[in-house]
Nanobody, 114 residues
Framework: QLQASGGGSVQAGGSLRLSCAAS????????MGWYRQAPGKQRELVAA???????NYADSVKGRFTISRDNAKNTVYLEMNSLKAEDTAVYYC??????????WGQGTLVTVSS
């Protein structure tokens, strides 16, 4: 089970940090990531971190967002800086098991006003 938190309303240029707390060891997952879905749009991958620690980001957030994890707290974070209005979306945490079965957390809404 994944519990996402940290969403809220912020002005453009501001920052937020999202957290995704897992009910089990996050080292059980080969990849954890953050997706987002804006109104009327498909869900898209924002950032991911794999078991070995490598990360990847959507082009639209490179240089502004940072994904990280705390294995001791079984939590993955998404630090979001220089937020833009187009970052407004519901953000979802996802975890992928070794057998490629994925689990989703509930969404957390991020609203950026310009």
């Amino acid at each position: 089970q994944l519990q996402a938190s940290g969403g809220g309303s912020v002005q453009a240029g501001g920052s937020l940090r999202l957290s995704c707390a897992a009910s089990e060891r996050i080292l059980n997952f080969i990849r954890m990531g953050w997706y987002r879905q804006a109104p009327g749009k498909q869900r898209e991958l924002v950032a991911a971190i794999v078991l070995a620690g490598g990360t990847n980001y959507a082009d639209s957030v490179k240089g502004r967002f940072t994904i990280s994890r705390d294995n001791a707290k079984n939590t993955v974070y998404l630090e979001m800086n220089s937020l833009k209005a187009e970052d407004t979306a519901v953000y979802y945490c996802n975890a992928l098991r070794v057998n490629y079965a994925g689990i989703w957390g509930q969404g957390t809404l991020v609203t950026v006003s310009s």
